[in-house]
C-alpha cells in the first residue's frame, strides 16, 4: 500500500512560483506523477517521473514545470514556475507499480493518489 500526501498548494499571481511536495513511501519501487483536476474538466497529466528517471511534461506545463524526486526523503517535487491562471486546478499526487510511463495521460490512473492541494493563480 502507497501512502501519499501533498503539500504546497496555494494561492499566487500570475508570473509566479509555486513548489508542491508529495511525501510517501516505497518511493524507489514506484513511479510517480502529478495530475490536476479543475472544476468542470477532466483529470490531466501534468508530469511524470518512471523507474527508470525519465520524465515526460503535458505540452501546456513544458519548460515552466519541473518534477523531480529525492528518494532519500521519500519526496516527489513539482516546481511550478511562470504560473498561469489556467494552471488553476485541484493537484494530485499519484503513483503505481510501473517500471516506464510513456505518456502523462497514465498519471491520472495510476493506482495510488494523495488527497490532493488546491493551486489558484489570479489574473
Known amino acids: 500500500q502507497v501512502q501519499l500526501v501533498e503539500r504546497g498548494g496555494g494561492s499566487v499571481q500570475a508570473g509566479g512560483s509555486l513548489r508542491l511536495s508529495c511525501t510517501g513511501s516505497?518511493?524507489?519501487?514506484?513511479?510517480k506523477g502529478w495530475f490536476r483536476q479543475a472544476p468542470g474538466k477532466e483529470r490531466e497529466g501534468v508530469a511524470v517521473?518512471?523507474?527508470?528517471?525519465?520524465?515526460t511534461y503535458a505540452e501546456s506545463v513544458k519548460g515552466r514545470f519541473t518534477i523531480s524526486q529525492d528518494n532519500a526523503k521519500n519526496t516527489l517535487y513539482l516546481q511550478m514556475n511562470s504560473l498561469a491562471p489556467e494552471d488553476t486546478a485541484m493537484y494530485y499526487c499519484a503513483a503505481d507499480y510501473l517500471w516506464a510511463v510513456e505518456t502523462v495521460d497514465r498519471v491520472p490512473r495510476f493506482d495510488y493518489r494523495g488527497q490532493g492541494t488546491q493551486v489558484t493563480v489570479s489574473s
Open positions: 517521473i518512471d523507474r527508470r528517471g525519465i520524465t
Open positions: 516505497g518511493f524507489t519501487l514506484i513511479s
